[in-house]
Structures are given as structure tokens and as C-alpha cells.
């Protein structure tokens, strides 16, 4: 596979020269700790359905990593092929990226709730020479489904099944024979290993709207943005990670894969997110640290109060996709008693923002935080101009973290010569440079001419007593362009009306022209795995009933 990442050289010589890009790679840094801790429990994952518990070291880890790219390499991997791997939190997603990167390969992260339409798509996108998946998760059968697909992608060479039950089961072709102990073995191992701006990860953005697009990333881009994320949250080596977000995600795959072997940290991996067993893993494994998106807390902080099962070793909880309610994060921090971080980022350059350790919580539901070491960011007017402080426009970023482009898709990189990348976000800076997201640029509703704040008013929709979930969304008006409908998931045994949450927003003081013209209930909220709601079919919902009617 060629890779297009058109935006990586242009910027290496100052990357370089400003110590933002470390020239290092995840072998290096497996490498290190292999050597400086070999007996250190790196990575703890737990299997939910089985109740299996499996443990590496850093010795261990190591080892499996050289064994199962030995095994990569027989099936015909080679240096820059895509890998496609469709695994929830277990093990084997680790040492599948760990492989790869020991022989340049490259590696596809897959939602493992993607289906055949999605699946196809980025089969054939990425080419990918082999595919992982499980035989079967959470009843679905994955084994037959992309079976089924094989024949649609003349490139895929290899399906490889995890917990297999024939020849091609990840255990006969991978991770069972001692491929490291061979003859060749460290020739194939020492021959491939690829460069610090060699692409390592191609992760498909999550489709809050559109095409997914492939995201490009070398180690490079990866470290510049894990290393100041990590010392911005103080952690280190003695700090254990909880990893219940996916893998197949960024939040996932930069914090609870490479993150802790950048830091020599240990690592929980938690593959179905249920709080009660979230919450013993924190207090089994001792916990310090988690990033997940606001459902995650939600669940953690509603099931410690009900439980009366503290959590004292958790020292900070980072939340982000979405924002954060203020109600949320005062009876967090109550019933926690941990830091509860907000934050801001994308597929494309990792986080972004992120507020201080020592910033008041208000900040924390009030802002998405402040820029990372080697980040830029401004807001643009509509007259192509940076606008004054707390006004909003579009967000454009500048950061050593920025991704190489989009795979086959250079027309849509959306960066200019001077490296700013617009996002496709609104957001406003405060005089204080912290940064607040408004919404998408195809989120925004305009009434009469008038944008209606929509995080604002979803903000405030969710301190009603009845609310557990909303979405301001847009529906056509002939008279007025765009009105606004609230789409609200109520409470168990609440209910709401229009006029009942018309009256709420007047008693809050919000002007008439924000105040939403329709109210949606339902019973869930079409969402990404990280809680992102897609608006994009929250809309297209409207405009079925609105033609209905």
C-alpha cells in the first residue's frame, strides 16, 4: 500500500527543531521497558462474557509481540501492508499494533460494532491484506460475517479468527507456535522495523456524518500528542490505567494502548462497559486513572452512590466526546472524589485541549480546556478573519499531533500551507484561551438568521429533573430557514411535554428565539461507541416524520 500522507514532510524540519517530534517508535519504547522492567504487569484484560482474566508483563508482552509478527510475516505481511483488526478490548488487540509496528505494518483499528456496510467500505478503502476478528462477541457471529465478505476484496489474502475453531484461528496461525524462537526470526524482526514517520495506524473517523475517512498517523504524530497529554494529567509509571472506551478508537488506542508503555505504566483492559464490574477492576487493580465519554461517568457515579462502593484510588476521571453537564460533575466530584477533567479532540490529532489538575471544576463543565504543549488553535469569522475572544466560529487547530492526511482522499485534508487544519467545529475562546465546542459546523441552527447556542441550551436542557439525554437538532421552516427540535431520552418514570420544556428554559431566562419549536422523545439515542450522538440521523428522523405528516 502507498500511503499519501501529503501533510507530514512539509512540517518534519520544524516538528524536529521545535523537540516536538521524538523520532522514537512504540518498539523503541516496548523495547525500554522490556528492558528496564521486564516483570512489571503491563497489561491486565478481561474478558466479560468468560470471566478470563489474562496478565503480561513487559517481558512477556515483548515477546508475544515478536512471536505473533514472526507469525504476520509468514501469512505474507510486509512492511506497510494494512493489517485490519475488528477485536472489542482484549488482549489481542494490543499485541496485534505491538506486531505490526515490529515488522512496519500497518494497523486498521475496527469498531466491533461495524456491520458489512461499513466493514466493506473500509476493507476495500485500506486494502487490507489480512483481517482479525473474533469467531463470536456479544452473541454476534463476526466469523461468518466477514467470511461472507472475503469475496468482495480481492486484496484481503488471510482472514485470522480469534477463538477459532480451524486452521485460520488466531491461536494456529499467531500467537500459538514460538515463530520467535525460529531461525529467521530476528532477520524478519530487525529488517522491518519501520521509521518514526512511516504510517502505523489507519483508523476510520467515527461517522458522525458522512464517508468515513481514513486518518493517517505515524509514531511521530502519536508521541507528540501522548507525551504532553500525560504530563499535563501528572501521570507516570506507578499510575494503572482503566481502558473501557474502545480500542478501535482513538480515546482507546492512544491512551490505553500506547500511552501506558510510553509511561511504563500498567494497563486494565475492560471489553464490555458495565459499571459494577468497572467499578471492582478499579478497586482490585488500584485504578488511578480513565478516559471514557459522559455516559461512562454517568454510570460510574450513579452506581458508586447507589452501591456505597468508594473508589479511592481513582485520582482522575477524563471525560470527553461530549459535554459534560454540570450536575454531572458536582456529584462526581462528590461521589467519586475525583478530578473530573474535561477535554477536546479528534481522530485526526489525538487531544486537543484539556483543562488543568488544578483548574476549578467549573471549568470542567463551563469549558473544554486549555490548548496542549505544540497545539494552536483559533476561531475564524465569517469574514475569514480570527475572531475576538468568546465569539464564535469555525475552529481551525495547528498542532505537532496533526495527522499525515486522509487516506486516497487528499482533497479533504482541509489544511492550508501554514499547517491550520479547520476542523469542521464551532467553538469560541475565552479571554483566558480555554475553548469551548458549539457544535458542527453542519449542527448549526440558524433561525431567522439568528445561531442559536446549541451547547447552551442543550446545557441547560440537561439540569431539568427530567431529562437524561438531549440533542438540539435543526428541521426546515419555509418561513424562518431552520427551526430547532429537542430530542430528549427522559428519565425512567419522567416524562416532559413542549410546553413544560418551553417553560423551563423561560424560567432560565433563554430568548425566544432559542427556544426549541418541537420535542422528539425516545426510548435511546442513535450514538458512536464513544457517545458521540449523530445528529446527521437525528435529522434525517425529522425530516421522515415532517414528510409523514
Known amino acids: 500500500m502507498e500511503f499519501d500522507?501529503?501533510?507530514?514532510?512539509?512540517r518534519r524540519a520544524r516538528m524536529i527543531a521545535q523537540g516536538w517530534w521524538l523520532d522514537r517508535t512504540i518498539n523503541d519504547e516496548l523495547d525500554a521497558c522490556a528492558a528496564a522492567c521486564p516483570d512489571k504487569v503491563a497489561l491486565t484484560a478481561c474478558r466479560t462474557e468468560t470471566g478470563e482474566v489474562t496478565r503480561f508483563t513487559y517481558g512477556e508482552?515483548?515477546?508475544m509481540a515478536d512471536r505473533i509478527a514472526v507469525g504476520l510475516h509468514r501469512l505474507g505481511v510486509r512492511r506497510q501492508d494494512v493489517v485490519a483488526c475488528q477485536l472489542p478490548n482484549w488482549w489481542q488487540f494490543t499485541l496485534v499494533y505491538l506486531a505490526c509496528s515490529r515488522i512496519g505494518a500497518v494497523m486498521n483499528p475496527l469498531m466491533h460494532i461495524f456491520r458489512e456496510h461499513e466493514l466493506g467500505f473500509m476493507l476495500r478503502h485500506g486494502e487490507a491484506k489480512v483481517m482479525i476478528a473474533p469467531r463470536v462477541f456479544r452473541?454476534?457471529?463476526?466469523?461468518?460475517?466477514?467470511?461472507g465478505l472475503q469475496s468482495q476484496l480481492p486484496a484481503l489474502q488471510q482472514l485470522v479468527i480469534v477463538d477459532g475453531q480451524g486452521p485460520d484461528s488466531f491461536e494456529t496461525l499467531l500467537s500459538g507456535p514460538a515463530w520467535e524462537e525460529a531461525p529467521d526470526a530476528r532477520d524478519i524482526l530487525r529488517a522491518s522495523r519501520p521509521g518514526p514517520d512511516d504510517?502505523?495506524?489507519?483508523i476510520y473517523t467515527s461517522g458522525t456524518t458522512g464517508e468515513p475517512k481514513g486518518v493517517m498517523h505515524s509514531a511521530n504524530t502519536t508521541f507528540s500528542n501522548i507525551v504532553p497529554y500525560a504530563q499535563r494529567l501528572d501521570l507516570d509509571a506507578q499510575d494503572v490505567v482503566l481502558m473501557a472506551s474502545p480500542m478501535a478508537h482513538q480515546t482507546g488506542f492512544m491512551y490505553g494502548l500506547m500511552m501506558p508503555i510510553l509511561l511504563k505504566a500498567s494497563v486494565v483492559l475492560q471489553d464490555i462497559w458495565e459499571a459494577r464490574q468497572?467499578?471492582?477492576?478499579i478497586q482490585r487493580e488500584q485504578v488511578s486513572f480513565t478516559m471514557a465519554s459522559t455516559p461512562f461517568l454517568t454510570d460510574l457515579t450513579n452506581t458508586v452512590a447507589a452501591q456505597g462502593t468508594p473508589v479511592p484510588s481513582l485520582k482522575t476521571f477524563l471525560c470527553a466526546g461530549a459535554p459534560i453537564p454540570s450536575a454531572l460533575v458536582e456529584q462526581a466530584r462528590a461521589v467519586l472524589g475525583s478530578k473530573i477533567v474535561s477535554a477536546w479532540g479528534m481522530s485526526e490529532n489525538g487531544a486537543v485541549t484539556l483543562i488543568r489538575l488544578?483548574?476549578?471544576?467549573?471549568?470542567?463543565?463551563?469549558?473544554?480546556?486549555?490548548?496542549?504543549?505544540?497545539v494552536e488553535i483559533r476561531v475564524?469569522?465569517?469574514d475569514g478573519q480570527p475572531a475576538p475572544a468568546g465569539v464564535a466560529g469555525e475552529l481551525h487547530v495547528r498542532s505537532c499531533s496533526n495527522f499525515g492526511g486522509y487516506l486516497k482522499r487528499p482533497q479533504w485534508n482541509h489544511t492550508d500551507a501554514e499547517g491550520w487544519f479547520d476542523t469542521g467545529d464551532l467553538a469560541r475562546i475565552d479571554a483566558q484561551g480555554y475553548l469551548r465546542i458549539t457544535g458542527r459546523s453542519k449542527d448549526v441552527i440558524i433561525r431567522g438568521g439568528e445561531n442559536i447556542p446549541v451547547v447552551e441550551i442543550e446545557n441547560?436542557?440537561?439540569r431539568h429533573p427530567a431529562v437524561q439525554q438531549v440533542a438540539l437538532v435543526a428541521y426546515p421552516d419555509e418561513r424562518l430557514g431552520e427551526r430547532a427540535c429537542a430530542v430528549v431520552v427522559c428519565k425512567p418514570g419522567r416524562s416532559l411535554d413542549l410546553p413544560g420544556l418551553v417553560a423551563y428554559l423561560k424560567g432560565h431566562k433563554v430568548a425566544m428565539q432559542y427556544l426549541p419549536e418541537r420535542l422528539e422523545l425516545l426510548d435511546a439515542m442513535p450514538a458512536t461507541p464513544t457517545g458521540k450522538f449523530q445528529k446527521f440521523k437525528l435529522r434525517d428522523l425529522l425530516k421522515a416524520k415532517l414528510a409523514a405528516s
Request: charged share 20%; net charge negative.
Open 380 to 382: 475564524m469569522g465569517t
Open 61 to 63: 508482552l515483548a515477546r
Open 199 to 202: 504510517i502505523t495506524q489507519l
Open 278 to 281: 468497572g467499578i471492582a477492576l
Open 5 to 10: 500522507a501529503v501533510l507530514l514532510p512539509p
Open 460 to 462: 441547560l436542557l440537561y
Open 358 to 374: 488544578d483548574d476549578p471544576d467549573e471549568r470542567a463543565f463551563s469549558t473544554d480546556g486549555l490548548p496542549l504543549p505544540g
Open 139 to 147: 452473541g454476534f457471529d463476526h466469523e461468518a460475517m466477514v467470511r
